[in-house]
């Protein structure tokens, strides 16, 4: 099983829909958590943290279920700007220490006029 | 903006061949990361470094891939001899250890090809 798993899409949604996606980790040890976007043919950015108890940015939520050991990131209002992969990303460890970070293989986003 | 820089942006070249890619990470950013890119495996961290220490090859092909440090401003990543597996996209990131390596910033990336 992989330490990160996230469904590869593509997830086709029309412009204004509301999409979700999910990312899985395997290690309940993982301490941090996060949200990459990446462009085709470029380098992954980071979109934003994923806090306990949930976190909002605009039209993006993050929320972490650790009991379930997910993750999830819900964009509302869909742009033909959000078209993109997003990556999930799993830190092992605390900060100042050794840490293992771990990104997921993404998810697909098309989002259609 | 400052940012990751990586060099050569694209190659292509004969298996066999040694492939040299090159990263000057942000001023004052104390971790380096490489990273391999594919379709298949998606994102894999190959090593990375901590004040030009290494910290963790394990995703790294020792037998092939060497990757170094020589001084705070350029970071190697070797393959020698290549092999069309290798063919992918190499990332070399950075950040600091202070923010818990977030955000990492990403070069632009190496285009490998391996005929």
């Known amino acids: 099983r992989k330490e990160v798993e996230q469904d590869p899409g593509p997830f086709n949604v029309p412009e204004g829909a509301t999409v979700a996606f999910n990312c899985t980790y395997s290690?309940?040890?993982?301490?941090?958590f996060f949200w990459y976007r990446q462009d085709c043919r470029k380098e992954p950015k980071l979109l934003m943290s994923v806090y306990s108890s949930g976190n909002e940015d605009g039209r993006f939520t993050a929320q972490l279920n650790r009991a379930s050991q997910y993750i999830s990131l819900l964009i509302r209002d869909s742009k033909l700007s959000d078209s993109a992969t997003y990556l999930c990303v799993v830190n092992k460890g605390g900060s100042g220490g050794y840490q293992k970070v771990t990104f997921g293989t993404g998810t697909k986003l098309q989002v259609i006029p | 903006d400052a940012r990751v820089t990586q060099t050569p942006r694209h190659k292509v070249t004969e298996m066999g061949q040694e492939v040299t890619m090159r990263c000057q990470p942000i001023l004052g950013h104390n971790t380096v990361f490489w990273y391999r890119q594919t379709m298949m495996q998606g994102l894999e961290l190959l090593a990375y470094?901590?004040?030009?220490?290494?910290?963790?090859d394990s995703g790294m092909p020792k037998d092939r891939f060497s990757a170094e440090m020589p001084d705070a401003t350029l970071a190697t990543l070797k393959i020698q001899p290549s092999e069309p597996r290798d063919s992918a996209v190499y990332f070399c990131?950075?950040?600091?250890?202070?923010?818990?390596?977030?955000?990492?910033?990403f070069g632009d990336g190496t285009r490998l090809s391996i005929l």
């Open positions: 990131a950075s950040g600091l250890v202070e923010t818990g390596w977030q955000p990492q910033h």
């Open positions: 470094f901590r004040n030009r220490a290494p910290l963790d």
């Open positions: 290690n309940s040890a993982s301490q941090s």
